[in-house]
């Protein structure tokens, strides 16, 4: 039996429900795995992507380790770096190193000490005449006429400085 109504009240409608909107899939409508998007039946034509909140903390994650990680490595590969450099100028250090030890124990030879000096200071032994032969590209230039009065074997040292000093400050 219905319901007598009160008189002067309208006939209300029965309470609905709130409509969802067409973005917003209702309860249980989405299954997501870890892999792939799986519709269920019922939903034909939308889908959803598969970013969950466990996979952007976990790149947030791995972001965070990278940056944490860079600098350090920078100066780690730095010091890697600079350590080679000095390994290769030690190496070369040493080798030098070598090399005098070696021309020290030349030196040592008497043989070697004559040969030097004949060949870097022009010495010869008793009885022996050097000649030194010149190219003519080695020649020295001709030597100018001096206009400094030449010097009396009779003068002192100093007035044969004086006379230089003289001659050295006129022009050409």
Wanted: glycine fraction near 6%; include cysteine.
């Amino acid at each position: 039996m219905p319901r007598p109504r009160r008189p002067g009240a309208a006939r209300s409608a029965p309470p609905r429900r709130p409509r969802r909107s067409a973005n917003r899939p209702g309860p249980l409508r989405w299954a997501v795995s870890s892999t792939r998007t799986r519709r269920l039946p019922g939903t034909a034509g939308r889908a959803r992507t598969n970013v969950t909140a466990r996979a952007a903390v976990l790149g947030l994650v791995f972001c965070a380790l990278t940056l944490t990680l860079a600098y350090p490595l920078r100066g780690y590969l730095a010091q890697r770096a600079e350590i080679a450099a000095l390994e290769r100028k030690v190496a070369a250090q040493e080798r030098r190193v070598a090399d005098l030890r070696e021309a020290e124990r030349r030196w040592d030879d008497p043989a070697y000490v004559r040969a030097q000096a004949r060949q870097r200071l022009h010495y010869v032994l008793p009885g022996e005449t050097q000649y030194i032969v010149l190219e003519p590209e080695e020649a020295p230039a001709p030597a100018r006429a001096s206009r400094a009065r030449s010097a009396e074997p009779g003068e002192p040292w100093f007035a044969r400085l004086w006379q230089s000093v003289e001659g050295a400050s006129r022009p050409g």
